[in-house]
């Protein structure tokens, strides 16, 4: 099991009093199986998928990534395992404005100090057909290749677990496939995906698709 | 990739951001650079000042004992000729004097006949133009019970003259009497006071002043007088000749030989009236000398002084505008690049979000902000350095000495990242601290 979510609870405090995000949620990822999570607006989805990447401290309930539970790791370590372990994929890319592709894609490589981390950079850069794109930055691109750069930045440290967050919200058709096509080869490669989507097509690639409903689990379809 | 390399790139992008940062960095050490240029070339240009002060006091001082010198030796020699052309005094005495005694007592004790004053008042003597004959001898003025000298004294002018001069002593005509100073003086006698001498009225025509001589205790009456008083009718004890004149330069050698024809066997001395004058000359010329040269030395020591107390002023009133305005400078660039951290912390927010999420630590995060701060610190230090090393010297002036001090570089190449880097830790710190996932969700 690479990903486990056990009984997972996460209250914010509101104007009005506490709201429940996610209430008692469990859900679990095998290596090489990719799981889309789906549901209304506001029902937990991005919730879950910050304490799946050890960014929200739930209060109750316990997180395993690969065995290991993060919230048991000090912030330092905390950060260095998301670095090691997980992949992020977002619908904003949230690339670094000022760096190019190739400097996105190897922004992972700060945490670990990898010196190989720019020849695995430039290989993925080719994978996802940026090549002649190496030495833009962010706002020279379009939007799904800022988000091809994105994946491949989360793919740079061979991460073990992707978690995906709208990661085809801004995307064409075409733009969509490349992305849950190279999600798809992870997952093919032995890697987890957890896939948070409203998208219909997104949800086709997935082998399992839990849907939350006002922060609970409502069904889980395989 | 390094953080190092983040920094960089950040500063290429954002590079308003980061210029402004430095010129506020620039602005703090400039002002703390040049006050204290201009107050060490404040300092430089006291010493200069004050030493200049001091060669042209030196020089002045130099150029008044040249010039009195110069005055002294013009003086001594425009007195010699003076004195040259001076008529001169001798005094002839009788052939028994004792010359040493009459020196030590200061009145001759031998006596020669009075005729002899006719004789040389009556010979062809041209060189002497007045004749004093003298009796003069201490006795003890009995009414007053002192020791005093009277003298007896008649004008004289010698015959040989065809144009008679006025005698050149009063006559004390008889039964007058002149009063040296301790004689009148104790007894507040005037001119028309009464008194008696040995049995002898007499009434006072003049009182002298101290003299700090004999003449002091002398009483001076008419020639003939004296002689029935002192018993020494028709003798003399002296002939002052004065005003003698030579056209020679060994002229006692030659009025001796002129009165040795007349009264063979008189002793003749030259009186000190020159060698007084000379002494008396040097001793005014001397005196205005010290007195002109220590006037010289008085104005360069407040030329020096008045130099030194503007430079003073100079260099105090810097240091008053530094006091104030370094301070305002360090504290409105600190406050300055706050703002200016603080707004690029918040801009920032995401880029930081996903650094985070993607495992960036705290740690590096501070490290981001902080080495910006530190590159900010360097270039404005040097660039503040330059600037504030530029307005001072050109604000004081020309001078010849380098204001350059490797040590204020040092302290602004230190002092600005240390400033900088102050300012940036809490906008650093917030955003180190802000959490990813809220920043993600945000987003």
């Known amino acids: ?32 199986e990719f799981v889309a999570v789906v549901g209304p607006s506001g029902c937990g989805k991005t919730t879950l998928l910050l304490v799946a990447g050890g960014l929200l401290r739930p209060e109750d309930g316990e997180v395993n990534i690969d065995g290991t539970d993060p919230y048991s790791l000090s912030g330092e370590q905390r950060a260095r395992f998301r670095a090691e372990q997980i992949g992020f994929v977002f619908q904003q890319f949230h690339l670094v404005p000022y760096l190019n592709v190739l400097d996105n894609v190897m922004a992972p490589a700060l945490v670990t100090g990898e010196t190989s981390a720019r020849e695995r950079a430039e290989t993925l850069v080719e994978r996802f057909g940026l090549t002649d794109r190496l030495g833009h930055r962010p706002g020279q691109l379009s939007t799904g290749e800022r988000q091809r750069v994105a994946l491949a930045r989360a793919l740079l440290n061979e991460p073990r677990v992707i978690l995906a967050d709208e990661p085809t919200g801004n995307l064409d058709g075409d733009n969509s496939e490349q992305v849950l096509q190279a999600l798809k080869a992870f997952t093919d490669e032995g890697g987890a995906v957890l896939l948070v989507t409203h998208d219909p097509d997104a949800v086709a690639f997935a082998g399992r698709q839990v849907m939350l409903q006002g922060g609970q689990l409502a069904q889980s379809v395989s | 990739m390094k953080i190092s390399r983040l920094v960089v790139q950040e500063i290429a992008h954002r590079f308003v951001n980061f210029v402004l940062a430095v010129i ?19 300092e430089i240009q006291s010493r200069k000042l004050v030493a200049e002060g001091k060669t042209e006091s030196e020089r002045l001082v130099a150029k008044r004992e040249q010039e009195v010198k110069d005055a002294g030796k013009k003086l001594n020699d425009e007195m010699r000729k003076i004195t040259k052309g001076l008529g001169f005094n001798i005094v002839v005495l009788a052939e028994d004097e004792d010359i040493a005694a009459f020196h030590a007592e ?15 008042a009556k010979s062809p003597i041209v060189v002497i133009n007045h004749l004093l004959p003298i009796v003069t001898k201490k006795v003890e003025w009995a009414e007053e019970k002192q020791t005093i000298v009277l003298t007896g004294t008649r004008g004289e002018v010698p015959q040989a003259h065809r144009d008679p001069k006025k005698p050149l002593l009063d006559l004390v005509p008889k039964g007058k009497v002149v009063l040296g100073y301790r004689l009148h003086h104790p007894r507040k006698l005037k001119p028309g006071s009464k008194l008696t001498i040995n049995g002898r009225e007499l009434e006072v025509v003049k009182c002298h002043p101290e003299r700090g001589s004999v003449d002091d205790v002398t009483a001076w009456v008419n020639l003939e007088e004296a002689q029935q008083m002192l018993g020494m009718q028709n003798l003399v004890n002296a002939i002052l000749a004065l005003e003698c004149n030579c056209a020679t330069v060994d002229r006692i050698a030659e009025i001796r030989g002129e009165i040795a024809k007349v009264l063979p066997g008189t002793q003749i001395l030259e009186r000190g009236r020159k060698a007084l004058a000379r ?64 707004g690029n912390a918040r801009q920032r927010r995401g880029e930081i979000g996903i650094l985070r999420a993607i495992g960036m ?48 570089l040092l302290t602004a190449l230190l002092m600005a990242p240390a400033l900088s880097a102050a300012a940036t830790w809490l906008p650093a710190l917030v955003a180190a601290g802000q959490d990813p996932a809220v920043v993600l969700q945000e987003q």
């Not at chain 1, 405090?13 to 090489?32: F, K």
């Open chain 1, 1 to 32: 099991m690479l990903i486990s979510l056990d009984h997972i609870t996460k209250t914010y405090t509101g104007d009005t009093g506490p709201i429940v995000a996610v209430d008692d949620v469990s859900v679990s990822v095998e290596a090489g």
């Open chain 2, 24 to 42: 506020g960095v620039s602005i703090a050490v400039a002002c703390l650079v040049a006050s204290v240029t201009m107050i060490d070339a404040g």
């Open chain 2, 106 to 120: 200061g009145t001759p004790t031998r006596t020669m006949p009075q005729e002899y004053v006719d004789r040389l």
């Open chain 2, 279 to 342: 002494a008396e000359a040097r001793n005014k010329a001397k005196k205005t000398a010290d007195a002109s040269l220590e006037a010289a030395r008085t104005s360069g020591k407040q030329m020096i002084a008045s130099r030194k107390a503007n430079a003073d002023e100079m260099i105090a009133s810097r240091k008053a505008q530094a006091n104030v305005l370094v301070p305002l400078a360090v504290v409105g660039s600190f406050a300055w690049i706050v703002l200016l951290a603080v």
């Open chain 2, 361 to 408: 630590g705290s740690r590096d995060v501070l490290v981001l902000f902080l080495g910006k701060a530190l590159l900010v610190g360097l270039a404005g230090g040097g660039i503040g350095y330059i600037v504030g090393y530029l307005v001072g010297t050109g604000y004081s002036g020309p001078i010849e000495q380098s204001l350059f001090d490797v040590n204020w």
